[in-house]
């Protein structure tokens, strides 16, 4: 799953964030364009006293770091201080990655740590210019970006599916079916009739295309709608929903 929005831009955004802070010893992840804004970022709920002092000197050197960027075109810094260290790493042309530690890393340590940060700045700069998520395009990317990008896909669709215009649409539809159902043979009726139509399709509302939709028009009506009022008057409904549900799927 892909971000349709600003907002989902920002969310996954900050999803790679946690992400790489889970799988390496780094504290603090921002993603800050070269003219300082922070875009998105990954902090500690409650910050210890180390942690909140080394996000202090982040920002009081943060002025000098973006000018760094723009003036030498940097792709990766390396900056230590008293109470920790900062990993800057460029993303894309306008923005950078800064992991901040709140202890010193040996060379071992740092090795891996770099290949973790070089994968998230790929993975944050493809969403972050929102860039097409099709076979061809993510098959540029190394075996590690790729990888990442379709965990990260997976768990978006898992925490926001229902944030997504698809879904919303969808339940929009299945609540005009249910109205009209209700009016037409009666509230008892509406929850069999839906459910058995959605089990003979092979899914649900969410999951629903509109090519889907109009398949489920026609079961609802031809096997269950027309043998309790009619053939000519189901049909007359039949015309009737179906022009509306045109309507609705062009709005939504």
């Known amino acids: ?8 831009v920002k969310y996954m955004l900050e999803m790679e964030l946690e992400r790489l802070c889970q799988r390496t010893d780094i504290d603090i992840n921002l993603l800050i364009g070269v003219d300082g804004r922070i875009f998105a970022s990954s902090v500690p709920k409650e910050m210890d006293s180390d942690q909140f002092r080394l996000l202090s000197t982040f920002k009081s050197n943060l002025p000098y770091l973006c000018g760094k960027l723009k003036i030498e075109d940097l792709e990766l810094s390396l900056e230590r201080w008293k109470g920790g260290m900062a990993v800057v ?3 894309g042309e306008n923005s950078f990655l800064a992991c901040l530690l709140s202890k010193q890393a040996g060379m071992n340590e740092m090795s891996s740590l770099l290949e973790d940060i070089v994968t998230a700045t790929q993975v944050l700069d493809h969403i972050f210019e929102q860039k097409s998520w099709d076979g061809d ?22 925490e926001r599916f229902t944030h997504t215009r698809s879904y919303k649409k969808n339940m929009k539809i299945l609540e005009f079916f249910k109205k009209k159902l209700e009016k037409t043979v009666g509230l008892g009726q509406v929850d069999q009739i839906i459910s058995v139509a959605f089990n003979e399709l092979g899914t649900s509302a969410p999951y629903m295309d509109d090519d889907t939709w109009h398949k489920f028009l026609d079961k609802i009506v031809d096997e269950h709608v027309r043998t309790l009022i009619g053939d000519i008057q189901a049909q007359e409904y039949k015309k009737l929903w179906k022009m509306e549900l045109e309507r609705k799927l062009k709005k939504y």
């Open 1 to 8: 799953m892909e971000a349709e929005n600003v907002s989902q």
């Open 89 to 91: 790493a460029a993303v």
């Open 137 to 158: 395009v993510l098959e540029q990317y190394p075996e590690d970006v790729r990888e990442e990008l379709a965990q990260l896909s997976r768990q978006m669709f898992v």
